[in-house]
């Protein structure tokens, strides 16, 4: 049997190391699909229930591996289904290919059933490389420069194959006029920035007395030699949320995130420093960073396109994190004195033991900060964590605290509902040996998470290590949109668009065959995470949450903090004035003019 252009898009992945493919089937794949059963299934093409949630499950399986996701979809709705993960790998600068069906060229241009202009389609969350394979000839190359562009540029790339093309036989490009040759090989080499701007930089630090630092996921290969210039400078350091797992939350001078969902210690931070350091970051709201002429500020990122964006850097510098750094460490001058650092871990170590009173605070029936605030010092240190879009992203923001070799991620730039199941069914496959919580409030469950849960029913028997465990806070309510809701002014609750229908979250896990646990009231929410964290199986635990109990904003005072402890009390005016001062520094960063309102 001759071999077809399909079989070799499938033979040149198994090339380049892809072993996993997230996707859903259709006609315009046809070809494809036929090869994966010549191949014996490989790469291993994974089955979501949606093609949104392959594109969510090839950025888990990105983010939580380092290596290329790849996600595969038919012509027409598959393609359009894909592009919310799409977008959200962009964003959040995550390499993922995706591999599309198309109309055969026969029937282009003709109207023709599922026919959709890709090319326009897909020309923004692809605009770094998407083309289509027009003749066998021409695949070798666009496929790889997909895997390599993707790779190198940490973005989305298409690849648009018409379903006649897949069932062609395959012919490589021959040594000719008009062919273009292609190959595998592929080495990496790290940017450094020149030695003038790296003693630049270190004149501006050095200058300092009391220094910041800022680092995200950029900074994730650099950890040692972060924690090694935050000695030197004597600095704080405080965490973008995609980067909350670069730094351990033990270390007493890490001031935790930053941001609308950040700590009050990285916010002083910020408001007291006189020198900024910002590593591997593109954290946007620059609301939450010093005044533009407050401090004299660094910026390392590897990506030059992303220097200079979010404050008045004096120096930007073009690197890799981590040989930046230990580039710039030998010409800094140690700070001898040291109270900037010792007021900063002070601080710190009032906010740890603030976060556990918050979380012991009454509540109708469970205070949602206690469920992450039990959860943290269960963790195992390999555990790999996702939290969705709304509050379950506040609490994961404030109460879970990183060790060891753990990693978390949400949906950090188009923070878009849905993704934390889909991550850990995409990272489970790319890590079967550790275990994987998502946080996800009933909102996002109900929008996709219930769905995967059939996946993970599908797959879980055929993991190293079954334990998966998926945390769905029931309290009814779209309650971070709510939040919003009456921080505006609009409405105290808009119960048409807010109310959520009631569903057995657990029990519906329970009818998959996955363990269900549920808790109703405070005193069961450890047992209940004991329970969830010991099973032989994944686990949907059920925590029945207050709606009423409002994210404190970064910027309230110590003593408003200490306030809002006397009681979670539904209507509480002073507390509701806190979260409305929280949301109109976010409303007035979309919607100028609106600083009265």
């Known amino acids: 049997m001759a071999r077809t252009v399909a079989d070799e898009v499938l033979g040149r992945l198994r090339e380049w190391g892809v072993d996993h493919v997230f996707g859903y089937a259709g006609d315009g794949i046809n070809g494809l699909l036929a090869a994966w059963q010549k191949a014996d299934n490989q790469p291993r093409f994974v089955q979501a229930r949606h093609e949104e949630m392959s594109a969510f499950e090839a950025v888990g399986y990105a983010k939580f591996t380092g290596r290329v996701g790849v996600c595969a979809a038919t012509s027409g709705p598959g393609a359009i289904h894909l592009l919310n993960g799409l977008y959200d790998a962009k964003l959040d600068h995550v390499p993922v290919v995706a ?3 198309q109309t055969a060229r026969t029937a282009m241009g003709g109207n023709y059933q599922q026919e959709v202009d890709l090319a326009s389609l897909y020309k923004d969350v692809a605009s770094e490389y998407c083309e289509t394979v027009m003749v066998p000839e021409q695949l070798p190359n666009v496929l790889d420069r997909a895997i390599r562009i993707a790779t190198a540029r940490r973005t989305v790339t298409a690849v648009i194959i018409p379903g006649d093309v897949q069932e062609l036989e395959y012919a490589a490009p021959a040594h000719a006029f008009k062919m273009v040759p292609s190959s595998l090989d592929m080495s990496w080499s790290q940017p450094v920035p020149t030695d003038e701007a790296v003693h630049r930089a270190a004149d501006v630090l050095n200058s300092g007395q009391k220094v910041a630092m800022l ?4 900074a994730r290969s650099a950890v040692a030699e972060v924690t090694e210039i935050a000695d030197v400078l004597g600095a704080g350091v405080a965490k973008a949320l995609l980067g909350k797992d670069v730094l351990s939350d033990e270390l007493p001078w890490v001031t935790g995130s930053i941001g609308l969902l950040g700590t009050r210690p990285s916010y002083e931070l910020m408001t007291g420093c006189d020198t900024l350091l910002v590593v591997g ?8 960073l010093p005044a533009y002429d407050q401090a004299r500020a660094v910026q390392i990122d590897h990506d030059a396109t992303m220097l200079g964006l979010r ?6 510098l073009h690197g890799d994190a981590a040989e930046t750094l230990r580039r710039l460490l030998p010409l800094l001058n140690r700070k001898e004195d040291r109270s900037w650092r010792d007021d900063i871990e002070s601080k710190v170590g009032r906010w740890w033991e603030v976060m556990q009173r918050r ?18 010092p269960r963790l195992p240190e390999d555990a790999i964590l996702a939290a969705d879009s709304g509050t379950a992203a506040n609490w994961y923001a ?3 605290r990183i060790r060891g070799r753990m990693r978390g991620s949400l949906s950090g730039t188009l923070a878009t509902m849905g993704p934390a199941v889909p991550y850990m069914i995409g990272a489970k496959f790319g890590n079967p040996g550790r275990p994987c919580y998502a946080l996800v409030g009933d909102g996002a469950m109900q929008m996709n998470g219930i769905n995967e849960l059939i996946t993970i029913a599908k797959y879980w028997r055929e993991w190293d290590d079954p334990r998966m465990v998926i945390a769905v806070l029931h309290n009814n309510d779209l309650n971070q949109v709510t939040w919003e809701l009456r921080a505006m002014g609009g409405s105290p609750q808009f119960l048409p668009s807010q109310q959520l229908p009631d569903f057995p979250y657990a029990g519906f896990a329970q009818s998959l065959g996955l363990l269900g646990v549920k808790a109703e009231k405070p005193d069961e929410v450890a047992a209940g995470w004991d329970e969830a964290l010991a099973a032989d199986r994944p686990c949907v635990i059920e925590f029945r949450t207050d709606p009423a109990v409002p994210p404190i904003p970064p910027h309230a005072s110590w003593d408003q903090i200490e306030k809002s402890l006397e009681s979670i009390v539904r209507g509480d005016s002073d507390r509701l004035d806190m979260i409305k001062e929280g949301a ?14």
Do not use: M, W
């Open 99 to 101: 591999l599309i069906g």
């Open 215 to 218: 680092v995200g996921q950029g």
């Open 281 to 288: 970051s593109n954290f946007p709201y620059s609301q939450f």
């Open 311 to 316: 404050y008045p850097f004096e120096v930007n």
């Open 359 to 376: 979380a012991y605070t009454s509540a109708d029936p469970i205070n949602p900060e206690l469920v992450f605030h039990e959860l943290s």
């Open 398 to 400: 404030r109460h879970i």
């Open 584 to 597: 109109k520094s976010k409303i007035q960063e979309f919607l100028p003019g609106t600083k009265d309102a």
